[in-house]
RNA sequence: GGAGAAAUGGCAGAGUGGUCGAAUGCACUGGUCUUGAAAACCAGCGUACCGCAAGGUACCGGGGGUUCGAAUCCCUCUUUCUCCGCCA
């Protein structure tokens, strides 16, 4: 979320940005100062009765020890007095903390300056294209995934529907081990490129969803595994399924205070991600273009709040590498005001021309969140004027799996068989998928 | 699942009702000394908020209570450790 004190002092351009959004709430801005200042003044008197009372004390307890209990009496009047007073303001404290919260997790991230105006992804702009010329499949080799994992028999979505339900499939044989190779592959490059490894936790407690901003935001998009204890009402076991790595892996450093010298930190994991996809029904959900399960392999850095721009472009080109690398054509939006995820600056979307489905399917993510996540998160530096600063938080897919799989499938099919990236055959151990 | 113990600053660890935001050691930062380093010595060293400032307030796992006053007493929750049981 946004800081209160960033909101004050950048009123104007915050409504102006927010406008690219196209968000609708614009009151809660000027909503948000005006429970802050409530929450200054409070403080004010509270901090000042408070003051009394601590000083009374010790006052009454000197008195005591000198026997003069009469005196002593008489302030505990007044403190007792205060008491009252301080309760109630102590309670409108809560409440407006509460509601200033409140308000703040309902305000998106400001986007930055390049980010395009426009309300949906058609909105988007072409920002670069790692290709010549759109492939173009043979007549006899222009099968769809979903055909050409029956016809090999590598991927089983009747099987995945019959063991949990739909959007589970079951990869089978050498399906079972292009993954298996692609996640190596994936984490390999990572490693090569800096990123130190990680096995994160799959399940996450509500503190690391609120952190990274999936919760309040994305609550029903999560599968949430809590169990009734009793009947009060208390819930054991009360855990969120990850929708990314970006969980459990930003919040490595939730409440942490790092090195000003360490930046920036680069980790990747492999995890399996579970979206509910609530809402999207029958729109592109065939074969692997959108599953409940999908592995993928995400990079994350945390770094300093004036090399995170610099950081965000030195991840495109790691996700660029890959995509070179698995020869799969592909280009570079810029998402616009409208599409951008509501923890995001700036999010640049990685798509791969799926030729036999004679479309473009996003295959990464990846996005610069400034201190939106690291305010929630309290994720901070020292910086070289001693003074405490948040710091900036990136994340990008590199890469997901199921997308990858199918745009894999049906670019390098042949009427042999499917062929394997050169770059791929060291993981696959395997040419072709006959 | 059963029994017991514990939770204090970056770490270790004292503190059982007022003078405690908290001893001490280590770590860290600056300085003295040294050709340099080490050692020794001196000084500094939590976070957030309010305030122009002086200064003030809150925080000793979380929440609640007792008291004029709580790290310290009471209740409750959570977590960790040890032992037993079960188990990939």
């Known amino acids: 979320m946004l800081t209160v004190s960033y909101i004050r002092e950048n009123t104007a351009l915050v409504k102006e940005r927010l406008t690219k959004r196209g968000f609708g709430q614009m009151d809660k801005i000027d909503e948000a100062i005006s429970l802050d200042d409530t929450r200054k003044v409070t403080q004010n008197e509270l901090d000042q009765l408070l003051a009394e009372n601590n000083k009374a004390s010790k006052e009454i307890g000197a008195l005591f020890k000198q026997g003069k209990r009469d005196e002593a009496t008489e302030i505990q009047q007044k403190v007792a007095a205060n008491k009252e007073t301080i309760k109630g303001l102590q309670a409108t404290m809560d409440n407006t903390k509460n ?4 308000v703040l997790y309902l305000i998106p991230n400001v986007p ?27 007549a006899n080799a222009s099968l769809p995934h979903w055909e050409l994992a029956k016809k090999y028999d590598i991927i089983d979505f009747e099987t995945g529907v019959k063991i949990t339900g739909a959007g ?21 490059e990572a490693s090569e490129a800096g990123y130190l490894e990680v096995m994160p936790p799959h399940l996450v407690n509500e503190k690391s969803a609120f952190g990274t901003g999936q919760l309040p935001d994305k609550e029903g998009q999560m599968y949430h595994t809590r169990q009734p204890k009793g009947d009060d009402g208390a819930f054991v076991d009360d855990f969120y399924l990850i929708p990314t790595a970006e969980v459990p892996v930003t919040n490595i450093y939730r409440d942490e205070i790092v090195n000003e010298a360490d930046f920036p930190i680069r980790m990747c994991g492999h995890t399996p991600c579970f979206r509910r996809e609530v809402g999207s029904y029958g729109k592109d959900v065939r074969g692997l273009n959108r599953v409940h399960q999908f592995d993928k392999v995400e990079i994350v850095q945390i770094a300093h709040p004036d090399k995170s721009y610099d950081t965000l472009h030195e991840m495109l080109a790691h996700v660029e590498g890959l995509l070179n690398k698995l020869e799969l054509p592909y280009r570079i939006l810029t998402l616009c005001g409208g599409d951008l995820g509501f923890t995001s600056a700036l999010t640049y979307d990685f798509e791969v ?17 400034e201190t939106f996540q690291a305010n929630r998160l309290k994720l901070r530096f020292r910086n070289s004027d001693g003074k405490m600063q948040l710091a900036h938080t990136l994340n990008g897919s590199a890469l997901a799996l199921a997308r990858i799989v199918a745009c894999l499938l049906e670019n390098h099919q042949t009427p042999d068989g499917i062929r394997m990236p050169e770059a791929l055959k060291a993981y696959t151990r395997f040419e072709m998928i006959d």
Not at 99 to 102: F, I
Not at 168 to 188: C, S
Not at 353 to 369: D, G, H, I, T
């Open 99 to 102: 509601a200033l919260n409140e």
């Open 168 to 188: 589970f499939p079951l990869f089978k044989g050498k399906g079972a081990q292009l993954k298996r190779a692609l996640i190596n592959f994936f984490l390999y």
């Open 112 to 138: 930055h300056e390049s980010v395009p105006a426009g309300q949906t992804d058609e909105d988007n702009e072409v920002f670069k294209t790692g290709y010549e010329t759109l492939p173009e499949l043979d």
């Open 353 to 369: 021309y799926s030729a036999a489905q004679k479309k473009w399917l996003e295959v990464s993510s990846v996005s610069n969140f």
